[in-house]
């Protein structure tokens, strides 16, 4: 049997539990790819009351995925 679980995914996704539970993550803003080239976004927390500074963070997460394409190595986070 084929293992299809994403390790990574299940890591990060962890990570950022463990940020939530502390009181770190505050709000979230995100999309998921789901089976069969799906995809899944939703905001939540205090992003839901600043739309504003969600679409900033969604401007940074589109120039990583910019530097991604380009395959530039030099992608930063500020957590």
């Given at each position: 049997m084929?293992?299809?679980?994403?390790?990574?995914?299940?890591?990060?996704?962890?990570?950022l539990?463990?940020?939530?539970?502390?009181?770190?993550?505050?709000?979230?803003?995100?999309?998921?790819?789901v089976?069969?080239?799906?995809?899944?976004?939703?905001?939540?927390?205090?992003?839901?009351?600043?739309?504003?500074?969600?679409?900033?963070?969604?401007?940074?997460?589109?120039?990583?995925?910019?530097?991604?394409?380009?395959?530039?190595?030099?992608?930063?986070?500020?957590?």
């Open positions: 084929r293992d299809t679980i994403s390790r990574d995914v299940v890591e990060a996704f962890e990570q539990a463990e940020g939530a539970r502390q009181g770190l993550i505050v709000g979230a803003i995100f999309g998921v790819a089976k069969g080239r799906r995809y899944h976004v939703n905001v939540a927390g205090t992003l839901t009351k600043d739309p504003t500074y969600a679409r900033g963070i969604c401007a940074a997460i589109d120039d990583e995925l910019m530097h991604m394409v380009q395959g530039r190595a030099d992608a930063e986070s500020t957590i």
